[in-house]
Nanobody, 130 residues
Framework: QVQLVESGGGSVQSGGSLRLSCAASGYTYRSYYMGWFRQAPGKEREGVAGIDSDGSTRYADSVKGRFTISQDNAKNALYLQMNSLKPEDTAMYYC????????????????????????WGRGTLVTVSS
């Protein structure tokens, strides 16, 4: 059974940084992709960043140059380094993973599309104050 558990959320001031982590268990696909999504109250879930098993990455236009997605295969972990945070980054952040494969659809804002992902964590809350 695949489980994804996020951690690292919290409250920061505008311009600050946070590093989110996602611990994956039971996930044994050799070819895969994983991603970070976020959802603010009253808004649709938005793809923030994606990475595949070859290490190729994609980012939503709104976070390019500020966020970095990375993975540690030895630790079965996914990370999202978030710098220069803005109040509009406030949201629940979710880790997600595919059921194999290395191709995923992109959303209208450049990040991964949630429909391409089969497994989801419960989320970690990020709050950025001005």
């Amino acid at each position: 059974q695949v489980q994804l558990v996020e951690s690292g959320g919290g409250s920061v001031q505008s311009g600050g940084s946070l590093r989110l982590s996602c611990a994956a268990s039971g996930y044994t696909y050799r070819s895969y992709y994983m991603g970070w999504f976020r959802q603010a109250p009253g808004k649709e879930r938005e793809g923030v960043a994606g990475i595949d098993s070859d290490g190729s990455t994609r980012y939503a236009d709104s976070v390019k140059g500020r966020f970095t997605i990375s993975q540690d295969n030895a630790k079965n972990a996914l990370y999202l380094q978030m710098n220069s945070l803005k109040p509009e980054d406030t949201a629940m952040y979710y880790c997600a993973a595919s059921a194999g494969g290395t191709w995923y659809a992109l959303g209208s804002r450049g990040g991964p599309h949630p429909a391409s992902f089969a497994y989801w964590g419960r989320g970690t809350l990020v709050t950025v104050s001005s």
